[in-house]
């Protein structure tokens, strides 16, 4: 049967992007490291009735009535996510990785206080404070950077001066492009010093954290993790906030989140949540996991063997940023768009230092958690990085790219995307 009956029937032409999305997602490999499958028991979730109904509050504590679904599975939701990453609080209601942030600045700071964060160019993320957001505007951000780009190695000396200067009310550790763990303990030492709350963005690696490959934050005694759902923790595209013991910032980031930031919660995106949790719980999502180290580890050693450079000298997780420009002497643009002529789709980068420009920079990153759900594994990983190389090196030749896309094609042919991961 069509999923997309009745779109189909009704409405042709939001139908022919539908089916040419899909069939988009299944011929090519997806590389970008923000981006995954999730289940068809997510997305019926997200597709669910529950995108019919009003449910502003919490569990129990409603604006409107009509609530004793939406109370259950909201509840269930939050308890898995407390299950999975040893919170005592959570909260499911944020609608993106950024409205997450911005709710959490809000609960832990006044207007024009001090965020310390990892540098935009060094990894860190636009919501933490870029130039061009609102939230700029609002409070103010100041930087630490990696002390090696080579080895990935954060400067926490300088942290710690920029922190003893500025005496920010937020150390906030957490990035979008970075390839190695963080010395969490180090940041929660300094923040004691200087009197800062500790928060970790772990947007990117809240599978990771929660399928137990990566270091859980609060185990080093960070206060708060804000996260998306929808990257390596494979749930639908929304937000979270999660409060490891303190009630009281518990309470405000509730209160910062609705009403301070949002109306009502899109009960059918936290319904796709909860399926996703649950999904995460299971042990094949710690095999899924450490898989995704696995590949990336294959890729790295490809990159390394044809000495192409990587930030942060490799990594621990499930991203990898090389400079191309630097090793092959092609841009990150033009390796972003010759890739995607043979099926590989991923994103150019600045990378730390760059000399060139965000629109042509020097780096691509690319990662492996989509792939790793189609259940490609080292051997696939390494295969692509062959095929990454060569593509780069033959950006130019007609004929050995439609070589190059020939291979891809039937790599993802025998890798379909799955429906089911438990
Ligand atoms: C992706 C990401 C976000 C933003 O998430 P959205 O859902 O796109 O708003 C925030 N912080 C980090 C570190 C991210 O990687």
Known sequence: ???????????????????????????????????????????EANGSVF?????????????????????????????????????????????????????????LMEPGDTVLGMDLSHGGHLTHGHPTTAINKVFNFVRYKMKD??????????LRQVAL?????????GFSAYSRELDYEKFVAIAKEVGAYTV?????????????????????????????????LRGPRGGMILIRENEDIAKRINKAVFPGMQGGPHMNTIAGKGVAFGEALTPAFKVYVAQILKNTKAMEVVFKAHDVRLLCGGTDNHLLL???FGSLGITGQEAETVLDEVG????????????????????????????????????????????????MQAKDDSAKKVELQREVQTLCEAFPVPEKFV
């Open 149 to 158: 780009v080579d080895t990935g190695e954060i400067d926490y000396e300088a």
């Open 51 to 107: 995108t019919n109904k009003y449910s502003e509050g919490y569990p129990g504590r409603r604006y409107y009535g009509g609530q004793e679904f939406t109370d259950i599975m909201e509840t269930i939701t939050i308890e898995r996510a407390k299950k999975l990453f040893n919170a005592k609080y959570a909260n499911v209601q944020p609608l993106g990785g950024a409205a997450a942030n911005v709710a959490m600045y809000f609960a």
């Open 344 to 391: 590989i789709t991923l994103n150019k980068n600045m990378i730390a230092d760059e000399t060139r420009t965000a629109m042509d920079p020097s780096g691509i990153r690319f990662g492996t958690p989509a792939m790793t759900t189609r259940g490609m594994k080292e051997r696939e990983a390494t295969k692509l990085a062959e095929i990454m190389i060569t593509t």
């Open 200 to 232: 970790a963005d772990m947007a990117h690696i809240a599978g990771l954290i929660a399928g137990g490959v990566a270091k859980n934050p609060f185990d080093a005694g960070f206060d708060v993790i804000t996260t998306t759902t929808h990257k390596t």
């Open 322 to 324: 090389a400079d191309v």
């Open 165 to 173: 200067e500025h005496k920010p009310k937020i150390i906030l550790a």
């Open 1 to 43: 049967m069509n999923e997309y009956q009745f779109i189909k029937d009704q409405d042709p032409e939001i139908y022919a992007t539908l089916v040419g999305e899909e069939e988009r997602e299944r011929k090519g490999v997806e590389l970008i490291p923000s981006e995954n499958y999730v289940s068809k028991a997510v997305r």
